[in-house]
């Protein structure tokens, strides 16, 4: 892990594969803490995922593929029926540690594949493929998110202003993040954009992640509450709206942090486009519309409690705290990947995008 000064030299998800231990920021303590967590079993690896310590789909599906290594390399059998159960077991559990982003399970599945294309050799052999396999996963988010930067950067202008929900960024991922992924190579370019930044209730990924990071980075950022995108987009100050996602139902829905179908609705009704940025990982076409997209429900303390000050609400109050929720197709004016960007009718332009990536590489611009 590099012990640069600044946030931006540091690996959001990184192997120590010598000491067996999975390296992370812990983002709960961002920014004012930079503090770096070593963790080693699976209990701590799934509860890292469940606290929020590493968010964001694609960092998850990077944890979640060195994650399972570390326990793979762990099983003592030779036996490759022996070991494949032991590994099963650490799957399912990995899995279960959040529902929505579906690069979680999609980097599980991935990893399973090596072990079930694998599975004549010794498991000496195995492990070393799965080590290869996830190394591979970390390192195509990098050329992933770089090439939906650049679709992303061909949809805007100099000097625009954008806006984005939640942290999609270098955090959420490896490097330049999704939706920032065209904010940060048009600050490369001297495009010169403004960023409206929500900052995301009830966590506040985005005042704490998103505006960190890019403020970080040199970048012109404007930190507003979620309840003002609208006005800023009445305003006329905002030229487009890029923000992550969780999953992409196959008829184009998309889920992506509660707030996010907030933002599309404003944005709809000012004329603003809005583009959800999505690596192909993220597409599901076994979920059909957005109804069948597991919503995470987390703690109402989230709510209740902020992280660094006392309580703000009423002991014994109800809450309901979804922490996801979905845009509807109609409200997305496209959904950029790293094999181009899909426009409506969503069902059929996904499907050609996801037939251009069984192709298997990202083509360069
Ligand atoms: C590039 S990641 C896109 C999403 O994962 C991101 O916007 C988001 O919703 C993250 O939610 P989180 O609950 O912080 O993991």
């Known amino acids: 892990m590099n012990k640069g000064h600044s946030i931006m030299e540091y690996e959001t998800v990184e192997l120590d594969d010598e000491n067996g231990e999975l390296v992370i920021i812990d983002q709960t303590k961002l920014p004012f803490k930079t503090e770096i967590l070593r963790l080693k079993t699976q209990q701590e690896i799934w509860n890292a ?94 050329s992933v998110c770089r090439q939906m930067g650049e679709y992303g950067l061909s949809l805007v202008k100099p000097g625009d202003g954008l806006l984005t ?17 065209p904010m940060y190579l048009g600050a490369e370019r001297g495009y010169g954009f403004r960023i409206f930044v929500d900052e995301t209730r009830p966590l506040l990924q985005g005042a704490r992640l998103t505006a960190f990071e890019l403020h970080e980075s040199g970048l012109e950022v404007i930190l507003i509450c979620d309840n003002m995108s609208a006005s800023v987009m009445r305003s006329g100050w905002v030229n487009a709206v890029f923000v992550g996602c969780d999953r992409v139902a196959a008829n184009g829905d998309t889920a992506n942090k509660i707030g996010t179908s907030m933002a599309a609705l404003a944005a709809k009704r000012y004329g603003v486009p809005f583009y959800v940025c999505a690596p192909t990982s993220t597409i599901d076409m076994e979920m059909k519309t ?22 703000m609400a009423p002991e014994g109050i109800n809450t309901y705290n979804p922490s996801f929720d979905v845009t509807d197709n109609d409200l997305i004016t496209g959904i950029v990947t790293e094999y181009g960007i899909a426009y409506p009718p969503y069902t059929e332009s996904l499907k050609k995008i996801l037939a ?9 611009l």
């Not at 251009?356 to 360069?364: A, K």
Request: proline content about 4%.
């Open 165 to 181: 929900h939640c942290n999609a960024g270098k955090l959420a991922a490896v490097r330049y993040g999704t939706a920032t992924a």
């Open 290 to 311: 957005g109804d069948d997209i597991i919503i995470e429900e987390r703690p109402g303390e989230e709510i209740t409690e902020m992280w660094f000050k006392e309580r």
């Open 49 to 142: 995922i469940y606290l929020l310590q590493v968010r964001g789909a694609p960092a998850i599906g990077v944890a979640a593929a060195f994650g399972i290594y570390l326990a793979a390399k762990e099983i003592g059998s030779e036996d490759y029926r022996a070991f494949y159960k032991e590994f099963q077991k650490a799957k399912d559990y990995l899995d279960s540690a959040r529902p929505t982003a579906v690069n979680l399970s999609w980097a599980l599945k991935r990893m399973e594949a090596v072990c079930n294309r694998n599975k004549d050799k010794p498991v000496k052999e195995i492990k070393k493929a799965l080590l290869k396999e996830a190394e591979e996963i970390r390192d195509r988010d990098v």
């Open 356 to 364: 251009e990536s069984l192709y298997g590489y990202v083509p360069q």
